[in-house]
């Protein structure tokens, strides 16, 4: 299993940014899926999951302003990220098989892509 992370960038505060998540493999779609983000000197978070169908949850930082989806015909998983802080700023890693209880982790992570918000 293989995920690519994209659409990571530099946007000002109060933007928005659209990340992609392309995976391979035919789990996908009975998955779980995840975003999550590290910012520097941080632990890993989680911003948001997506079940299989598409039950979603939110950690604290993804919550109002996030909206994760999914398109099981393209194996693609977005997180669209609005009102875009400062605070914001990480590298944001897609996962496939996240736990929508958050009882076990991810079975696997993408590489992740850099967000940085200016101010």
């Known amino acids: 299993v293989q995920l690519q992370a994209s659409g990571g960038g530099l946007v000002q505060a109060g933007g928005s940014l659209r990340l992609s998540c392309a995976t391979s493999?035919?789990?996908?779609?009975?998955?779980?899926m995840g975003w999550h983000r590290q910012a520097p000197g941080n632990q890993r978070e989680l911003v948001a999951l997506i079940t299989s169908a598409d039950t979603t949850r939110y950690g604290f930082s993804g919550k109002g302003r996030f909206t994760i989806s999914r398109d099981n015909a393209k194996n693609m998983v977005y997180l669209q990220m609005n009102s875009l802080k400062p605070e914001d700023t990480a590298v944001y890693y897609c996962?496939?098989?996240?736990?929508?209880?958050?009882?076990?982790?991810?079975?696997?992570w993408g590489q992740g892509t850099q967000v940085t918000v200016s101010s």
């Open positions: 996962s496939l098989g996240d736990s929508i209880l958050l009882t076990t982790p991810p079975q696997y």
């Open positions: 493999g035919n789990i996908f779609r009975t998955s779980t």
